[in-house]
């Protein structure tokens, strides 16, 4: 079983070589096991005076090898710069400063109100900045100080409504 399952995943075309391991390794196509039933000429014998000329061929797919293992080095490094340039995206470093208005995630293990829940609590804010991405939190009261890490903060922008028009229907059920 563990033959077969080598087998298919070696025959398999992979996205950041955009090649399948068995043509980086030998440069040409896997015979597949039908072909030994219905016989190609790829199996079939060849005849001695045609040996040269197939010896040839195989030099020639070895330089050949060595353009397409430099394409599939070429994929492999372009995969690896898109997979920085979205994990450099993911950990950009927030700066915060003193003073400021903050939100708070704060994950509870059981949250009344379940999926439809927020799960940023605040305003808070930022008593003390220390060097280990930490920072001393305390509500707009002063109520207490929380110490808590920097990747569970986001700015809190504050914009009150300008012109807030209320209306009110007031309707007589008697």
Known sequence: MLVVALWTYRMA???TTQ???????????????IEFVVPI???????Q????????????????LDKT??????????????????RDEKGKIKSFKEGKLVLWMFKATKIKGGKFTLPWK??????????NNTMELST??????????????????HNPPTNVIITVFIVDTT
């Open 41 to 47: 000429k790829r199996v079939c014998d060849l005849p």
């Open 13 to 15: 075309y992979k996205a």
């Open 122 to 131: 605040g305003p808070f804010k930022i008593e003390k900045v220390f060097d």
């Open 69 to 86: 293992h430099w394409q599939a080095k070429e994929n492999i490094n372009h995969i690896q710069l898109l997979h920085k340039e979205q």
């Open 140 to 157: 707009i009261s002063d109520e207490g100080v929380k110490r808590v890490t920097i990747n569970k903060l986001k700015v809190y922008f």
């Open 19 to 33: 090649y399948t391991p068995f043509k980086l390794v030998y440069d040409t196509q896997p015979i597949m096991p």
């Open 49 to 64: 005076e045609e040996l040269n000329k197939v010896i040839w061929v195989k030099m020639e797919d070895l330089f050949r």
